[in-house]
Structure formats: structure tokens, C-alpha cells
């Protein structure tokens, strides 16, 4: 069992940044793969970001270039570092853990976190 925590979203205003933090637990966060989703008012939950244990990551088309996925495997912290936010960044984001599956499908990831709210003011 993996125990997620995200933290770190809040209200910023276009072109602003912020990190998001998840702390995890109950399990070798070094041999995990990690993800960010966000799920936006009214749309399905989506694919942001992801950390392979082996160090690989994959970046959403849509914020490539602005946001950044990192990991601290002796402090069992995933991040994402989002620069230059866009109204349209706004949503929960949230979270994921497998130890099996790297990739942007929601359905395979066993672990999630509660999320954080992300606002993006015009």
C-alpha cells in the first residue's frame, strides 16, 4: 500500500508559477513509478506527467515547455514544477502511484492522492 499527499496548489494569476509536492508512504517510493493528472470542472481526469523509478519521464503536449516533473527519492517527494500558468491550467490536480506501470493511463495506476486545487486567474 502507497499513501499519497499532495500539496502546494492555490490561486496565482496568469503567467505565475507553482510546485506541487506529493508525499508518499507505506511503501519504496524509489521503485514506483510516479504521475500527475488534473481533472478540470466538468471535463475527465487527464494525464500531465509522469517519473519512472528508472528515472524516465513523460510531459503532456500541453505543457511541455512550462512544467516540470522531478522526484527526491530520499525524501519519497514527487514534484511538479509549473511555470508560466494559464487559466486553462486550472484544475484539481492529483497524484498517482504503480509499481508496475510508467505511462499516461489513468486506469493502470493502483495509488491516488486526494489532489490539490490549482487556480489560474486571468
Known amino acids: 500500500q502507497v499513501q499519497l499527499e499532495e500539496s502546494g496548489g492555490g490561486l496565482v494569476q496568469a503567467g505565475g508559477s507553482l510546485r506541487l509536492s506529493c508525499a508518499a508512504s507505506g511503501a519504496k517510493f524509489s521503485g514506483h513509478n510516479m504521475g500527475w493528472f488534473r481533472q478540470a470542472p466538468g471535463k475527465e481526469r487527464e494525464f500531465v506527467a509522469a517519473s519512472g523509478w528508472n528515472a524516465g519521464t513523460l510531459l503532456a503536449r500541453s505543457v511541455e515547455g512550462r512544467f516540470t516533473i522531478s522526484r527526491d527519492n530520499a525524501k519519497n517527494t514527487l514534484y511538479l514544477q509549473m511555470n508560466n500558468l494559464k487559466p486553462e491550467d486550472t484544475a484539481v490536480y492529483y497524484c498517482?502511484?504503480?509499481?508496475?506501470?510508467?505511462?499516461?493511463?489513468?486506469?493502470?495506476?493502483?495509488?491516488w492522492g486526494q489532489g490539490t486545487q490549482v487556480t489560474v486567474s486571468s
Open positions: 498517482a502511484a504503480d509499481p508496475r506501470y510508467f505511462g499516461i493511463s489513468q486506469r493502470e495506476l493502483d495509488y
